[in-house]
């Protein structure tokens, strides 16, 4: 089971009280954008084998969301961080060896 720590609230919870929201730091398409571009947001998305970043929320928690960057092969954890960033913080990124 995959087990991560909210950075909000600092508690380290179970994926069972956690709901997954995608892929982290993608570029919204809203309405002024042109259709191919809202297609591509909506639609064609990477599905990644090895580091990624993803948005998860605590859900039975503190409510807030938050990035997790993990590996979807072996479920290894870098590390979280607050969904207010813009990328991983240094020490996470270095964790990933730069494949985010």
Request: aromatic share 8%; charged share 25%.
């Amino acid at each position: 089971m995959l087990r991560l720590t909210c950075p909000c609230c600092g508690v380290e919870a179970d994926e069972s009280e956690l709901t997954q929201g995608g892929a982290a730091h993608l570029r919204r398409e809203g309405p002024g954008s042109d259709e191919a571009a809202f297609e591509a947001y909506l639609f064609l998305r990477d599905n990644p084998k090895g580091p990624h970043l993803e948005r998860w929320r605590h859900s039975y928690g503190c409510g807030k969301w938050f990035i997790a960057a993990r590996d979807t092969v072996t479920m290894q954890v870098f590390g979280t961080y607050p969904a207010q960033g813009s990328g991983p913080p240094p020490d996470i990124a270095a964790r990933m060896g730069g494949r985010a």
